[in-house]
């Protein structure tokens, strides 16, 4: 880790460090993505294009193609929006979820892997694809166990072999998209970060640890900070209660991890509800305190990937606000990611996020912290940027 202590725009940094990670396990070469990446968008429709002109010769007929396959996930975007406002649902991709030519429709026949980042953007299921495709972290996504798993098609003729392998190759290339590297670079940083927090409160004479996730999903930080401190020698109590909405994979996940890393699942409790800025039943202390909690006794408190969706400074300050306790905080945002963002969005579906620049972040949490001492670890392509507060 290199330390700095510039933030671009800041005028008072005294309680601020900034520190950039560097991860050797990640390919980087951001530059070389965002091209490819610009070239597939623009590329379908360019074939498309010549294979219009090839079989009919009409220009206009292949122009028209061209931009209305250009268009295709905008066109998508604004008619699902327009139902859903009409009829009243909040997210837009409970109307129309289809596959995207440009992604998981690969081939036509599709791609497995990348279908399951994009039927479930923004919850676990697809972060445990990001995270584990690689199997950098030892284990594999859930139902992806074996090779033939990433296969669509059965059958063994050298066609569907040369079709099995060019999706299994184009699923690797987008999950080495330079956001999904940062986003398994996060989950390194944040299981080294409780790992350490467990030798320090070892060091200082302490045997229990207690550690609130919010928004956890499927716990893998917390799980592997926990192993990787428990195979370092010490002999530490841990109690996780963590905070997560998601019941049809992400509480399950987490307990199938929790039994694959060694722990004991007795130590964990999910609180199965979702929490909120503005219902004050709903507020971290409120939700604790009822499941017979008290936010005051808790070593660690985190949430990651949640105020990324909030649009508003105001609401994320209140997020970080209703975790004010004497606990060392975590807490992560997502950084500008040009010109991924919109592929992201486009071409994955995944909901828009509000990309908070290093300095609008610290901003913020040094606005709701003032008096503490705030480490920012930036991710190696600074897509995300992690508050740590003392
Ligand atoms: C991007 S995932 C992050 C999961 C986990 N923190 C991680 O980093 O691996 C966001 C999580 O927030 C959860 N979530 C969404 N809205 C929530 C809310 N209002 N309260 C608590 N959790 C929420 C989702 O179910 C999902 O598991």
Excluded at 134 to 156: A, C, E, T
Excluded at 306 to 328: F, G, H, I
Excluded at 339 to 347: G, I, S
Excluded at 368 to 382: N, Q, Y
């Amino acid at each position: 880790m290199g330390k700095k202590q510039l933030i671009p725009g800041e005028k008072d940094q005294s309680n601020i460090e900034v520190v950039d990670y560097k991860d050797p396990k990640e390919s980087g070469q951001r530059m070389k993505y965002s091209i490819i990446e610009t070239v597939i968008y623009v590329g379908w429709p360019m074939i498309l294009f010549c294979i219009s002109q090839f079989c009919f010769g009409i220009l206009w007929i292949s122009l028209l193609l061209f931009f209305l396959s250009l268009a295709w996930p905008y066109l998508k975007g604004v008619y699902a929006n327009f139902i859903a406002k009409r009829k009243g649902i909040d997210d837009p991709r409970e109307v129309l979820r289809s596959s995207s030519f440009f992604y998981d429709g690969f081939c036509v026949v599709g791609a497995p892997a990348l279908r399951e980042i994009r039927k479930h953007s923004a919850l676990s299921r697809s972060l445990d694809v990001i995270y584990n495709n690689y199997k950098r972290f030892g284990i594999l996504p859930k139902k992806f166990q074996d090779d033939s798993s990433y296969y669509p098609l059965m059958g063994s003729s050298i066609l569907h072999s040369a079709i099995n392998l060019a999706v299994k190759k184009w699923s690797f290339f987008w999950i080495n998209m330079p956001v999904a590297q940062d986003v398994r670079s996060r989950l390194e940083i944040i299981a080294e970060l409780y790992k350490n927090e467990i030798l320090k409160h070892y060091q200082n004479g302490e045997r229990q640890i207690n550690i609130c996730e919010i928004a956890g999903g499927q716990l893998q930080a917390v799980v592997m900070g926990i192993r990787r401190a428990l195979d370092s020698g010490v002999e530490m109590d841990y109690r996780v209660v963590s905070i997560e909405p998601d019941n049809n994979f992400a509480i399950d996940r987490a307990k199938e991890l929790i039994r694959v890393f060694g722990l004991n699942e007795g130590n964990f409790c999910f609180i199965n509800t979702c929490i909120s800025t503005q219902n004050k039943e709903k507020m971290v202390a409120k939700i604790l305190e009822s499941n017979g909690y008290n936010l005051g006794n808790f070593h660690v408190v985190t949430c990651i990937g949640l105020s990324d969706y909030y649009y508003t400074k105001e609401r994320v300050a209140a997020l970080l606000n209703s975790m004010k306790s004497d606990a060392v905080i975590i807490a992560a945002n997502i950084s500008d990611n040009f010109v991924e963002r919109f592929f992201l969005h486009v071409l994955i579906q995944w909901p828009k996020m509000k990309y908070r620049p290093l300095s609008e972040w610290a901003e913020i949490v040094r606005h709701v912290f003032p008096d503490r001492s705030i480490k920012i670890i930036t991710t190696p392509l600074k897509i995300f940027n992690i508050a740590v507060i003392r």
